[in-house]
């Protein structure tokens, strides 16, 4: 099974030069815990989280209603293609300790698959189970 045929297709997104503010307005109104930052093409350079909106506006004493997403986003992107086969997927997402991965055709964003969407496929069940092993070991070696 490829990604594409578990991906959210409809990404709800955010332009870099948007306010924290609005960011946080999206993540509350979906009941989403990311939002891909993508240029005006669709391109992607970056994820913002509810951790970064905590952590690098509000705890840092910056106004959300001045500080722009560019400026708290994760840069670093882990990334997958719609033809990547799920089990590559968990993989991956165990290694990177990430637990959602945008979905990339030729650099712009088509899609988003989270750990959920594997553990919720009884063919990918041992997959998502591996991979959330993979992002929980960080935890274990306290």
Do not use: F, W
């Amino acid at each position: 099974m490829k990604l594409k045929d578990i991906m959210s297709r409809n990404v709800i997104r955010i332009h870099p030069n948007e306010s924290v503010a609005v960011a946080a307005r999206l993540l509350e109104s979906h009941n989403i815990g990311v939002l891909p930052v993508c240029e005006e093409n669709g391109r992607l350079c970056g994820v913002v989280t509810d951790r970064d909106l905590v952590t690098r506006c509000i705890a840092s004493n910056r106004s959300p209603e001045y500080t722009r997403v560019r400026d708290v986003m994760t840069g670093r992107i882990v990334s997958a293609s719609p033809d990547m086969d799920v089990s590559a997927a968990a993989h991956l997402m165990g290694r990177e300790q990430v637990r959602r991965l945008p979905v990339l055709r030729e650099g712009v964003l088509c899609g988003m698959v989270s750990i959920g969407d594997l553990a919720g496929r009884e063919e990918s069940s041992y997959d998502a189970a591996e991979a959330m092993e993979g992002i929980c070991s960080n935890l274990n070696a306290r």
